[in-house]
């Protein structure tokens, strides 16, 4: 009598009704959860997205602060690597993984927020995601000798805590954008052998934290901006400026160099 009862009755119903259940309800409810703490970053990636609620098991810890911010910054590193062909990257540590992000390979460092992104030299190719700039604890960024297509997102000023800008060596297209010149604690900016075009805009001469500026070898045109005095090293050869060496020269620290013929 007593035995047969637990293993036919109760047996059963768990293998029925609640399993279904989490795989739909509670993963759609979830991923809507996430969606309303990213939604000032729509539209959202939709790839991105799925891995973030549905195949990656990561959560904030309970109670955490910094939770929104956590599930944006994960969200933009993925994002990263989804849009610069990851899994072609030479290294790619715990990438796309489970573990926090502060355990993925050139993000520093635990417990997090992040405040160093250092993928150099790493076969990144295609572009830079917008999200990736609204990681605003972000001190240093440095992607320097990939392969970054596309042109820097209008985002890139949002960057407030940066002090380290290294993207040179990409093939990097566009213009400079203004709000360059909302990276107040910018102290250190190589943006050189880029293939940028327009004008520099006269907000980089805000930076007054700025200490060295390369940006030779791109395609940069117009007048030169009046830059802060801090500066101390100024490479800008190798593009085409109309009026490369004013007298007086506001820049006096610029080297301009060898400049392409009008």
């Known amino acids: 009598g007593p035995t047969s009862e637990p293993t036919s009755g109760p047996t059963s119903e768990p293998t029925s009704g609640p399993t279904s259940e989490p795989t739909n309800g509670p993963t759609i409810m979830f991923r809507s959860e996430v969606e309303r703490i990213l939604a000032d970053y729509a539209p959202l990636d939709q790839g991105t997205m799925t891995w973030l609620t549905e195949t990656s098991t990561w959560k904030p810890a309970e109670g955490d602060a910094n939770s929104d911010y956590l599930w944006l910054e994960r969200y933009g590193l993925a994002l990263l690597y989804l849009s610069t062909n990851g899994p072609s990257w030479y290294y790619t540590g715990n990438w796309l993984t489970n573990k926090p992000v502060c355990e993925w390979y050139g993000v520093y460092t635990c417990p997090g927020p992040e405040k160093r992104l250092d993928l150099n030299y790493n076969n990144l190719q295609g572009f830079l995601p917008t999200a990736l700039f609204e990681l605003t604890a972000l001190t240093q960024l440095r992607l320097k000798f990939n392969q970054l297509t596309g042109s820097i997102p209008s985002s890139f000023g949002n960057l407030s805590s940066l002090w380290a800008l290294d ?18 604690g910018v102290i250190y900016m190589y943006l050189n052998d880029n293939q940028l075009t ?44 109309t009026n490369p060496n004013p007298n007086p020269n506001p820049n006096p620290k610029c080297k301009v160099g060898d400049n392409c013929s009008p």
């Open 167 to 184: 993207l040179k060596n990409n093939q990097l297209t566009g213009t400079i954008p203004s709000s360059i010149g909302n990276l107040s």
């Open 198 to 241: 327009g004008t520099i805009p006269p907000s980089i001469g805000n930076l007054s934290n700025l200490n060295i500026l390369n940006l030779y070898y791109n395609e940069l045109t117009g007048s030169i901006p009046t830059l802060t005095q801090t500066i101390q090293q100024c490479n800008l050869w190798n593009n085409c400026f």
